[in-house]
């Protein structure tokens, strides 16, 4: 299977001051156009729930991109590891990342489609609320 990176999506607003009330998720994609990057974005949760994090962040995405099939993830960042996630009646096949030289990423996965990876500054991490820059 064959996968291509769909770096020229536009990127999302900026991720909201964590005074923000909004709910929002806290998200930054990369500029497309640069050509291939190891890592596509920033995501911050606001938990360590995967199954109330997760659902939000698919949500947040641009509708250009394809819908997400398989998600990649460090289970040990989380406190809950499903296996899957039903979101709007579609299922999403949730994997353990067995790669140690990048355990605080996501990969996003849309078969045939695209693929996206994100880093993920834990909701535990100091300074987490406010994303750099």
Do not use: K
């Not at 693929?115 to 987490?128: F, H, N, T």
């Amino acid at each position: 299977m064959t996968t291509t990176p769909l770096h020229s999506m536009p990127a999302l607003a900026p991720a909201p001051a964590p005074d923000s009330a909004s709910g929002s998720v806290r998200l930054r994609l990369t500029p497309g156009g640069g050509g291939p990057q190891p890592i596509d974005g920033v995501w911050w949760p606001r938990s360590d729930d995967l199954t109330t994090e997760l659902p939000l962040l698919v949500r947040a995405l641009p509708h250009s991109w394809p819908q997400v099939a398989h998600v990649t993830v460090n289970a040990a960042m989380w406190s809950a590891f499903p296996g899957r996630i039903l979101l709007a009646n579609h299922v999403i096949q949730l994997h353990r990342a067995t790669a140690r030289h990048a355990p605080d990423t996501i990969c996003l996965l849309a078969p045939g489609r695209g693929r996206w990876d994100l880093r993920v500054v834990p909701a535990r991490a100091v300074g987490a609320d406010r994303p750099a820059g």
